[in-house]
């Protein structure tokens, strides 16, 4: 049995996030986007990759960045992953020369598999739900119906998660990850890590029954 890897985006303290990881989340998301109610500096979010245990991977996630801001960060936080969630290009992506997720916001005319194709060195697809000028964390859902099977990349689901409907996500798109950040918390920013267990217990339920149905 594969349970789908969790991550908990948005985190902005050590204490939080070591929770977070306690409770079962593989990796933590740590926002360097300005606007974001979640976001972080690279001074807190050392200390935050500083304290994480052991297999719990961090990702810093950037919303077309400015590529010097990108490398400043990069010289102080030692991320696992980079998380691109703008308009970058495959080339912008693979500059920095670190491991990377592109995530894309669905439309009814988004083509995945070809985003794929143009991004296919990256370690997977995170999808999320489109919503005009803003680049995520919106907490809306999209259909899950537009999602292909046959995507060459692993697909990593976000977009208006919550505990109450991560089991029907994992049993109906059996994604290789599931991204929450608001769907977990008491406000903007402030993580309800009650919401953070359920979830975690919530989505590796689903994966069970759903192998025992197999």
Known sequence: MVFPRV????????????????LGADAIGLVF?????????????????????????????????APD???????????????????????YCRQFGRPYIKALRVKPDTDLVECAKRYHDAR???????????????????????????????????GGLHPDNVAQAVEQVRPWALDVSS?????KGVKDLARVAAFIRAAHRAATETTDER
């Open 7 to 22: 991550k908990i985006c948005g985190l902005r303290d050590v204490e939080t996030a070591v929770a977070t990881a306690r």
């Open 33 to 65: 986007y300005a606007p974001s109610p979640r976001c972080v500096d690279a001074t807190a979010a050392a200390r935050i990759v500083a304290a994480l245990p052991a297999f719990v991977s961090s990702v810093g996630l950037f919303v077309d960045a």
């Open 69 to 91: 801001y990108v490398r400043d960060v990069l010289r102080q936080v030692p991320l696992d992953l980079l998380q691109f969630h703008g308009d970058e290009s495959p080339e």
């Open 124 to 158: 997977g697809l995170l999808v999320d739900a489109y919503v005009p000028g803003v680049p995520g964390g919106t907490g809306e859902a999209f259909d899950w119906a537009l999602l292909p099977n046959d995507l060459v990349l692993p697909l990593i689901l976000s």
């Open 183 to 187: 769907g977990v918390e008491l406000s």
